[in-house]
Nanobody, 124 residues
Framework: QVQLVESGGGLVQTGGSLRLSCAAS????????MGWFRQAPGKEREFVASIGWSGSNTRQSDSVKGRFTISRDNVKKTVYLQMNDLKPEDTAVYYCAADRGPLLRAPGAGHDYWGQGTQVTVSS
């Protein structure tokens, strides 16, 4: 029903920047809240940021607040994650998620859709 494809991952140095993109193949993109999660080796998947279906109501985890910015373009049906001042602890596979509704709910609480992930590696 909802296909998500992430792109933009890669290798960057500490302090560098990277922008991730998530292209959604769905008719009613503006009826889905979107979000980003990440999972580092040996760790559980954690929430990074989310954005409401209108582009308002953005939220970021404490670990990335002030450094990462989530945005969306409902015409292009794309969600972005601008990552600045990257740190080695940001190294992980980043996943795009969609949840039908105005706000992103916790994984498993709603009808979640996931992308395949894109690797982000921050070297020191």
């Amino acid at each position: 029903q909802v296909q998500l494809v992430e792109s933009g991952g890669g290798l960057v140095q500490t302090g560098g920047s990277l922008r991730l993109s998530c292209a959604a193949s769905v008719r009613t993109f503006d009826m889905y809240a979107m979000g980003w999660f990440r999972q580092a080796p040996g760790k559980e998947r954690e929430f990074v940021a989310s954005i409401g279906w209108s582009g308002s109501n953005t939220r970021q985890s404490d670990s990335v607040k002030g450094r990462f910015t989530i945005s969306r373009d409902n015409v292009k049906k794309t969600v972005y994650l601008q990552m600045n001042d990257l740190k080695p602890e940001d190294t992980a596979v980043y996943y795009c998620a969609a949840d039908r509704g105005p706000l992103l709910r916790a994984p498993g609480a709603g009808h979640d859709y996931w992308g395949q992930g894109t690797q982000v590696t921050v070297s020191s």
